[in-house]
């Protein structure tokens, strides 16, 4: 394994991993809430009796936060290796997935081992072990 320095940014990377950090313990400080993306997005249209607008203004910031990088600076046109059939199925498993798994990555990876939860231990080590395989079979099994 070789590493790409052209590509390699740690200090960004960091960086990143620090707000993601801290917009996660914001929420659950002032809100107390876990910053599981497919719990946020799930409940967007909950009725509206559960309906809480902290879920939209979570949203609305991902995607403007994304929008203000674009055009601050810049990245450069997304290269899909598969067909939007291929891309849609996998959107579609890994929304079922993490309906099935009572959450996803970022609410069990990020939040639930902060809290020790074992639950998300236990999930989280499936989703990296699955996602390891997937890789494995893909690039030296299939050749992909």
């Keep these: 394994m070789t590493i790409d320095w052209a590509q390699f940014t740690p200090w960004t990377s960091f ?5 993601i950090g801290l917009a996660a313990s914001l929420l659950v400080l002032f809100n107390g809430r876990i910053a599981g ?10 009725s509206p009796k559960k309906q809480e607008a902290w879920r939209w203004f979570f949203v609305a910031g991902l995607l403007l936060s994304a929008v203000l990088y674009k055009f601050s600076v810049g990245y ?6 598969s ?4 891309l849609i199925v996998a ?20 939040c639930g081992l ?7 231990l236990a999930a989280t080590l499936v989703f990296m072990t699955t996602a390891a395989t997937t890789v494995y079979i893909t690039r030296h099994l299939i050749g992909g």
């Design 83 to 86: 067909s939007g059939w291929v």
């Design 114 to 120: 902060s809290r020790l939860s074992r639950r998300s």
């Design 37 to 46: 993306i497919s719990g946020i997005v799930g409940n967007l249209f909950a």
């Design 91 to 110: 959107g579609l498993l890994v929304g079922f997935g993490a309906r099935l798994g009572s959450g996803c990555t970022s609410g069990h990876g990020i």
């Design 76 to 81: 450069p046109p997304a290269q899909y290796p």
């Design 15 to 19: 960086l990143g991993g620090m707000l």
